[in-house]
């Protein structure tokens, strides 16, 4: 079963104007980090945020955790046209050294 | 620089028939991993190898197997390949301790029929 669940699937907007996507997940995190995807591509490590932070900055990225809500969000401001891609959230959980993945949210920014 | 290598980039098996997808990583990692992802379902993890010698099953294990042949080259094997196979398997890298980030190849597009 998936540990990271992010919403919305799909997201449409406008160049210029801001995304915010969320993820979910059911246990207690290490970690949680989030990937882009390009069609036909393979992923790209964007951010990691640990369990004891509750936001960071990377560029025009914004990621925020909230332990008590099992959840997090990544927001990208002033987007481009380059950011059409899928996103996921992947959470890192107990002593091995392995992620767990969620089904992504696929954002399309027209010009 | 490679990064992290996957070939072939496209195969097509017919049911029952075998093959090795090869992975190879230039960057000394330790950790290695085999995912697979199919539509609406995101990731998910078949085998990884945490260090050289060492294997684990992931999530979807069954009707693999996986050889971590030394530092660099992790692969995934298929005895006998099924329909249910049909997906894009991505290979993954990651060097540090702990939960560090993934490097991804571009994939290979499998296609069982």
């Known amino acids: 079963s998936q540990q990271g669940e992010e919403d919305p699937q799909a997201l449409s907007i406008q160049e210029g104007e801001n995304a915010t996507m969320n993820c979910s997940y059911k246990?207690?995190?290490?970690?949680l980090q989030w990937y882009r995807q390009n069609s036909g591509r393979g992923l790209v490590h964007l951010i990691l945020?640990?369990?004891?932070?509750r936001e960071k900055h990377s560029g025009r990225l914004r990621v925020t955790l909230d332990t008590s809500k099992k959840s997090s969000s990544l927001l990208i401001t002033a987007s481009r046209a380059a950011d059409t891609a899928s996103y996921f959230c992947?959470?890192?959980?107990?002593?091995?050294?392995?992620?767990?993945f969620g089904t992504g949210t696929r954002l399309q920014v027209t010009l | 620089n490679a990064g992290v290598t996957q070939t072939p980039k496209f195969q097509v098996l017919k049911t029952g028939q075998s093959m090795t997808l090869q992975c190879a990583q230039d960057?000394?990692?330790?950790?290695m991993y085999w995912y697979r992802q199919d539509p609406g379902m995101g990731l998910r993890l078949i085998y990884y190898s945490a260090s050289e010698g060492t294997t684990d099953k992931g999530e979807v294990p069954n009707g693999y197997n996986v050889s971590r042949l030394n530092k660099r080259e992790f692969s995934l094997r298929l005895e006998s390949a099924a329909p249910s196979q049909t997906s894009v398997y991505f290979c993954a890298s990651a060097g540090g301790q702990g939960f560090s980030p993934l490097h991804f190849g571009n994939g290979t597009r499998l296609t069982v029929t």
């Open positions: 992947a959470t890192a959980t107990g002593t091995a050294s392995k992620l767990t």
């Open positions: 945020i640990r369990s004891n932070e």
């Open positions: 246990t207690s995190i290490n970690n």
């Open positions: 960057m000394n990692h330790n950790s």
